[in-house]
């Protein structure tokens, strides 16, 4: 099969599910289109792979959602279990549903997201899908009123446009919530609510912080539309997380970006997370520690030059951040330190921001010789 290919076993037309007239689920005249508000359909984006064992679960609690328009893509990254069973059974259960399985790059999880961006269908929206969470029914309802009015407690992109300027919001332009989830077991028994983030999402902390998680994450078609300009840049960088570029992509080109305090996903912990819980304080220490590994720098190298290839979506102060980031990297530590204080730089914490600027004095940050790609 090519890579990229529908599975055969969903070789149908798959058109967006359209509701009835008659659907209470309006979000308060979210995503309005040529039908009205309930018309705005959702692509939502699984990347699988040997995930047979949890899948089952979220799938069913994509079917439970309280939005009706939503379509599922699923991209199989060449698993060896029943993952593709799975997704064919689930199709064949809901047929009045688009739900399609294709090829994945099978060069890992953020290269099969990445790949699935390309996916969505001008005018939808843009949700990404882990495959061993479960989502709360409202996940995506939730998202759709959080972009629409910014409830009370969320916090909201300081980069973006149009604060204070109400409901109507949705239209300006693009925008991307991610929320709280609740941290479960392996059989995802809750355990905690997810720690809040304090500070208001933004740029400059977009540059050396992941703050918006992937599995809550939904754009509007405006957001998305920026991502597909950019993802083929953030391929070729081999950027480490496609939630984190993500992020940082909508926050320089000046995207209206809220974090929900409100939980929508229950978020499993087992042995196979890529990063896990952050809620400990070994979890926070290991965190901490990350930024004076050799690592953490590479990383952040591999950002930059992401954006850099996508330079022409950033806002022009954005823009000047960004070059002022990258010249700080490559300074000597103590003085990438400074540089990175006075750029007003910062993490979630005092104790983040203060191991950032003590990993850039000692020169954990700069790039060690090009990157191949």
């Known amino acids: 099969m090519d890579r990229g290919s529908t599975d055969p076993a969903q070789d149908r037309r798959c058109a967006p599910h359209r509701p009835a007239a008659s659907t209470a689920v309006t979000a308060a005249g979210l995503g309005r289109g040529e039908d009205g508000p309930a018309a705005a359909t959702v692509a939502i984006l699984l990347a699988s792979f040997n995930g047979a064992r949890y899948l089952p679960r979220q799938l069913d609690s994509i079917a439970a959602q309280d939005w009706p328009a939503w379509r599922l893509v699923v991209s199989d990254d060449g698993s060896t279990d029943a993952t593709r069973d799975v997704v064919r059974d689930f199709a064949k259960a809901h047929p009045g549903r688009c739900i399609e399985l294709i090829e994945g790059p099978r060069r890992g999880a953020t290269q099969n997201f990445l790949s699935l961006i390309a ?26 009123q959080v972009i629409g009015g910014c409830p009370a407690g969320a916090g909201e992109n300081e980069d973006g446009p149009g604060a204070g300027d109400g409901g109507e919001r949705v239209n300006a332009g693009p925008a991307a919530t991610s929320s709280r989830t609740i941290i479960c077991d392996d059989d995802l028994r809750p355990l ?34 920026l ?47 890529v990063m896990g819980r952050n809620d400990t304080l070994r979890a926070r220490l290991r965190r901490v520690a990350m930024l004076g590994a050799g690592d953490f720098g590479g990383w952040v190298r591999d950002n930059v030059t992401a954006l850099q ?20 990297l490559r300074a000597p530590g103590p003085i990438a330190a400074t540089r990175l204080a006075r750029l007003g730089m910062y993490r979630q914490t005092k104790a983040g921001t203060a191991a950032l600027l003590a990993a850039a004095a000692a020169g954990r940050l700069r790039p060690i010789g090009p990157r191949q790609v």
């Open 119 to 144: 996916q969505v269908r001008p005018g939808e929206w843009l949700a990404f899908c882990d495959q061993d969470d479960a989502w709360l029914p409202h996940r995506l309802s939730r998202g759709m």
């Open 309 to 328: 290839g996508a330079r022409h979506l950033l806002t022009d102060a954005n823009l000047a951040a960004l070059d002022g980031f990258e010249a700080a």
């Open 192 to 225: 905690t609510p997810a720690p809040l983030f304090r500070r208001p999402p933004s740029f400059r902390n977009a540059l050396v912080q992941a703050c918006m998680p992937g599995n809550t994450f939904l754009a509007n078609p405006a957001a998305a539309a």
């Open 227 to 273: 991502l597909q300009q950019g993802a083929a840049a953030a391929a070729r960088a081999g950027v480490v997380s496609h939630d984190w570029w993500a992020y940082q992509l909508l926050a320089g080109a000046g995207a209206r970006l809220i974090r929900d305090p409100e939980p929508t996903v229950l978020y499993r912990q087992h042995r196979g997370n």
